[in-house]
């Protein structure tokens, strides 16, 4: 692993390593390949098949049906991080598993370009295997270039945050507009453009990630200490831990039988992680480690619900913007797709002025704790929906509703995001066990898939309960636990021992100026 003095030979620039902007620009187009397709994706599915769309023929389904795919496609997206992590943890390193992952993504996005059924299903597999790779181990890596308590390394997430939006303005604003004037399949051939020159970017930055996202050879062979394999046997050495499992086997067999399959096996998949979670704290060696342990797996609670709501806005806000909202612009009808745009712009804007305020606030000795900023979000992103409540309210009585509600809406959802994504991506990094810190990371992304899964059985739940019902329920629900979860920050920061508490002491970074620690990362 990486030491201090190591990390110090790292080239800078604008105070970072420059390591960070490769990255940066990797997931700027990775981003763009994701975020340009899911702007799409649901208007593609439910589009006509008579061919009176100027966009073109579509797939014909109904909304709740491409909602329900649509779910479960943003939710394996993310899912699937967790064997990307444990490949990256076991076999190729961070550095070449994101390799691979971009590899897989060009290859999928390319396959999408073929206007043919069975290329829209395996172009939608290949992308969710290739972000399974890339996507934890790529966020890992950032936290890899910093050493511990340098204060830099939320505001490097904010960095890289802004590549993450970036792509997604480019491609909500591009490829909207490549499909209005040349139709669905250039729009998914764009986004495999796109993905093509973010493998560019990493294979010529290659060198300046000398340090980072290495597999450590010594470590998983000179003991079985990293293995898998031994954490599930040992399982059957605990008597409690296995009950755990068993009843959560017979839900999930339950599941399979009364709900279908694809439940069915989702709950399979989630019992072997909460089976592997339970044995990592196990396992651990202190005290301080599986506390630290506990308070990371609780904040992936306000992950999944974060998501869940936000998520709303590639499906259920996606199409209320293309039916029911009037979006007439000084005589130009604005695509639905570019309003997605505004979430990705906003970032763009505030990220810094966000970050900034929270480490000007640390910094004074007020609370500014990771748990804290990430109940704060979820409240802030929560009053976003007060303004779809009015948009509801107001279709209801003309027939229309504006878009400033939309505008307003995807503002206070973007403060939000701010205050709890890149935030998480940092919590994760301080206190993962650095062994399993790519499976942390998949397990993070994960929960941000079951957010998204959830977002879509909310999507859906519209044609029965309606859009007033819908938005006026998310409301309520988010604030209500984002306000449990302030009033558990100051024991679940007990919790953390301190993991962030020397963060002010290394603001001399900043200045490039010597670390005053010398340990293993």
């Not at 329900?68 to 990307?84: A, C, D, F, Q, R």
């Not at 409690?240 to 709900?259: A, C, E, R, Y």
């Not at 229309?400 to 935030?423: Q, R």
């Not at 679940?492 to 970074?509: M, P």
């Amino acid at each position: 692993m990486a030491t201090v003095s190591q990390l110090q030979t790292q080239k800078q620039l604008f105070g970072h390593p420059i390591g960070l902007y490769i990255l940066f620009f990797t997931e700027m187009w990775e981003r763009f390949s994701y975020y340009g397709m899911r702007a799409l994706l649901v208007l593609y599915m439910t589009t006509s098949t008579l061919g009176t769309d100027p966009r073109g023929i579509g797939l014909g389904w109904s909304e709740e049906n491409a909602l329900e795919l649509y779910g479960w496609y943003t939710m394996l997206v993310y899912v699937l991080s967790i064997p990307g992590g444990m490949i990256a943890d076991k076999l190729l390193g961070q550095k070449k598993s994101v390799l691979v992952g971009a590899l897989i993504l060009c290859a999928g996005h390319g396959v999408l370009a073929i206007e043919d059924l069975w290329a829209f299903y395996t172009g939608l597999g290949l992308v969710v295997l290739g972000v399974g790779m890339l996507k934890p181990n790529i966020s890992t890596m950032v936290g890899g270039l910093y050493a511990p308590g340098d204060i830099r390394r939320d505001k490097g997430f904010s960095v890289f945050y802004i590549g993450i939006n970036l792509g997604s303005l480019l491609a909500t604003l591009l490829v909207g507009f490549i499909v209005a004037e040349w139709g669905w399949h250039a729009g998914f051939a764009m986004a495999g453009v796109a993905m093509l020159l973010g493998l560019v970017v990493y294979l010529a930055g290659y060198k300046h990630l000398k340090y980072v996202g290495n597999l450590d050879k010594s470590d998983t062979e000179a003991s079985d200490e990293v293995s898998y394999g031994r954490l599930y046997s040992d399982l059957f050495k605990s008597p409690k831990h296995l009950v755990i499992t068993f009843v959560l086997v017979v839900v999930s067999i339950i599941g399979w039988f009364f709900l279908e399959w694809g439940y069915g096996l989702l709950f399979l998949f989630l019992t072997a992680i909460i089976a592997l979670m339970m044995m990592i704290y196990k396992e651990l060696n202190s005290q301080v480690y599986k506390d630290r342990f506990v308070v990371l797996l609780l904040s992936f609670i306000m992950v999944i619900i974060f998501w869940g709501a936000f998520e709303q806005a590639g499906g259920l806000m996606n199409l209320y913007t293309d039916s029911k909202t009037d979006r007439d612009l000084f005589g130009w009808t604005v695509p639905t797709m570019m309003f997605q745009s505004l979430n990705a712009g906003f970032i763009i804007i505030f990220a810094t002025v966000v970050a900034n305020i929270w480490a000007k606030r640390k910094l004074k000795g007020k609370e500014a704790s990771s748990i804290f900023k990430m109940a704060t979000g979820i409240i802030i992103m929560g009053f976003g929906f007060l303004f779809m409540v009015f948009a509801a309210m107001q279709f209801e009585k003309s027939g229309s509703s504006s878009m400033i509600w939309l505008v307003l809406a995807y503002f206070f959802h973007t403060i939000g995001e701010l205050c709890l994504s890149p935030v998480a991506l940092s919590f994760i990094t301080k206190l993962a066990p650095v062994k399993y810190a790519s499976l942390m990371m998949g397990v993070y992304f994960a929960a941000t898939g079951l957010g998204s899964k959830v977002a879509g059985i909310v999507g859906e739940s519209a044609s029965d309960f309606g859009e007033y019902s819908v938005f006026l329920g998310i409301l309520i629900f988010t604030i209500v636990i984002g306000l449990i979860f302030i009033l558990l920050t100051k024991p679940l920061k007990r919790l953390t021992h301190g993991a962030e508490d020397n963060e002010r002491k290394f603001q001399d970074v900043q200045d490039n100026e010597p670390y005053e620690l010398e340990e293993n990362i």
